[in-house]
Nanobody, 112 residues
Framework: QVQLVESGGGLVQAGGSLRLSCVASGIIFRLNVVAWYRQVPGKQRELVAKVSTASTTTYADSVKGRFTISRDNAKNTVYLQMNSLNPEDTAVYYC??????WGKGTLVTVSS
């Protein structure tokens, strides 16, 4: 059974930083693309960043230059380093292994 468990969310002031982690189990992690999505109530879930098996990264335009996705295959873990946070980054952040494996999410709240 595949499980994805996110951690690292919380409350931070605008301009601050957080690092999210997602630990995967029940899957050969190194063979899979991994992604971070986020969702605000009433809006569609949106892709934030993804990292390929070769550690090639892709980012949403809204987070380019501020967020960094990385993976540690030895620890079955993907990270999302988020810097220069602003209130528009407030959302529940979800870890995803395409197409259908999702974590339960971790809430990030950025105060102005």
């Amino acid at each position: 059974q595949v499980q994805l468990v996110e951690s690292g969310g919380g409350l931070v002031q605008a301009g601050g930083s957080l690092r999210l982690s997602c630990v995967a189990s029940g899957i050969i992690f190194r063979l899979n693309v991994v992604a971070w999505y986020r969702q605000v109530p009433g809006k569609q879930r949106e892709l934030v960043a993804k990292v390929s098996t070769a550690s090639t990264t892709t980012y949403a335009d809204s987070v380019k230059g501020r967020f960094t996705i990385s993976r540690d295959n030895a620890k079955n873990t993907v990270y999302l380093q988020m810097n220069s946070l602003n209130p528009e980054d407030t959302a529940v952040y979800y870890c995803n292994i395409p197409p259908n494996y999702w974590g339960k999410g971790t809430l990030v709240t950025v105060s102005s």
